[in-house]
């Protein structure tokens, strides 16, 4: 029956796509005035944003980890997605707004206006986002 399922699909592989559901809804940040955006949204809630280079491998396995973090617990986190190579300008505001040494890749937790976490490299993959909900 292999070929078959391989051919026609099979029920393992519908359910195999649903366990790799991602609960994450990536919001773009593109311009130096959505940071004061995100200030006024994180007096309510945290909020997330992540640092990415596009063309490093470390970036590509560790986006990859952050993402296989979002159960459906955290659907509801606000988490801003920062391409480096086209915007170094926003990720130098980053730096200078929040008071963080610049990494990549790299996530940042917004609370009340201040970044309250970050962690680069592989440590992202151990954040603990329950802390922030």
Known sequence: MGIFNSIFGSKENETSKEEEKTFLNWL???????????????????????KDST???ISRIVIKQFEALFTKEFQGMKVYYLDLLNHR???????NTFEVIHQSPQLLVIKNGTSVHDASHHDIANVNLSRFI
């Open 28 to 50: 773009p940040l593109t311009s130096i005035a959505q940071l004061e955006e995100i200030k006024a949204q994180s007096k309510t809630a945290s909020i997330l944003i992540f």
């Open 55 to 57: 063309r490093c491998g």
């Open 89 to 95: 300008d926003i990720s130098a505001e980053i730096a």
